[in-house]
């Protein structure tokens, strides 16, 4: 039996585009678990009191290697798996906490092919709670060129991230 | 963000410009449990991680997240004669107390992802400082912006990615 792969080719994204919006209620756990998914052990991922009385927070937040996994899940959850990420930048302004509904949304900034004719797009990010914008992310990732082509099967210089 | 390099910067400190620290050898191999258990915590459905034959056709069999690659050197909590807890990001831990920055947040976050990781890897991984800035004035504190690469490789030497993180050290209600 064969996978069936369904994906986004290069053809099908265009300077501009707007990324299907996703949003998601953050409870306590999401980031009590996300950080022990990144093997984080930090209090201020799972001790109210330690966040609060010791860092003045207003609760525990959300772990920055955990929001990498939840940038990448949004890119894939549109790219399909044949998208192969390149490159991840972020930086975050503001925290995210049980109780918030974070959005993220994001708009296609440049689409190309590098000279080894890899398919590239950047994607310009903005995961935010209500009005306020707590982390900006710039995503570059492969897509394929044609259906048959595959970014995961570069190696060495035929991988430029 | 980049850090401008401080002229003020002691000696010791900037001796340790773009030299490489902290050549480890992560505590354990690259493992599927933990693969699932990211993925799940952000409800990641990407077949590649979770059917074996999307992952056998697109990558030669399972593959780890790429955004995963920090997790495979995230020391131990506890491990048995360990006296005192290993910190990830050691050059991080260690600006902070020699330059006596007692508070410290890490802002700007790049990493490049080359060689796909891969269930039974075991990775290397070193730091290196790339610059100090000197004092700043923020709404947190007083204290100085650094930039620190970590590098990760396999177990073959394959360069598998490199993050690169901006930090912010400083003393809180220091500010002018």
Not at chain 1, 32 to 48: I, M, N
Not at chain 1, 119 to 145: D, F, Q, S
């Amino acid at each position: 039996m064969t996978a069936t792969i369904t994906g986004l080719t290069l053809a099908d994204v265009a300077v501009g585009d707007e990324l299907p919006e996703l949003r998601y209620e953050v409870s306590a756990t999401t980031i009590v678990v996300g950080a022990l998914a990144t093997r984080d052990s930090r209090p201020q991922h799972h001790d109210f009191q330690f966040a609060t009385e010791r860092n003045g927070l207003k609760n525990i937040f959300l772990s920055s290697p955990n929001q990498l996994a939840w940038f990448e899940r949004y890119l894939t959850d549109w790219t399909g798996p044949t998208g192969r990420l390149g490159r991840l930048s972020f930086r975050m302004t503001e925290s995210v906490y049980p109780g918030d509904t974070m959005v993220f949304t994001a708009t296609v900034a440049a689409v190309d092919t590098d000279d080894v004719d890899c398919g590239w797009v950047e994607v310009e990010i903005a995961l935010r709670v209500g009005t306020t914008t707590c982390t900006i992310c710039k995503g570059r990732i492969a897509v394929p060129v044609t259906p048959d082509d595959n970014p995961w099967a570069r190696r060495g210089e035929r991988w430029q991230p | 963000m980049t850090a401008a390099m401080a002229q003020d910067l002691p000696e010791s400190i900037a001796a340790l410009i773009d030299q490489p620290q902290y050549d480890e050898t992560g505590d354990f191999p690259v493992e599927r449990g933990y693969i699932w258990t990211s993925c799940a915590s952000v409800e990641n459905g990407n077949p590649l991680y979770w059917d074996d034959e999307v992952a056998a056709s697109l990558t030669g069999g399972p593959i780890a997240a790429p955004s995963m690659l920090s997790t495979w050197f995230r020391p131990h909590h506890w491990a048995p004669g360990l006296e005192t807890q290993k910190l990830p990001l050691q050059v991080h831990f260690d600006l902070k107390e020699q330059l006596g920055l007692p508070e410290a947040v890490m802002s700007d976050n790049t990493t490049i992802f080359y060689e796909p990781v891969r269930p039974g890897d075991v990775l290397r991984t070193c730091q290196r400082l790339r610059s100090v800035s000197g004092e700043k004035h923020t709404k947190l504190g007083t204290g100085r912006f650094w930039v620190i690469d970590v590098e990760y490789r396999n177990q073959r030497g394959d360069l598998v990615g490199v993050e690169s993180w901006t930090g912010f050290g400083y003393r809180r209600g220091a500010t002018t």
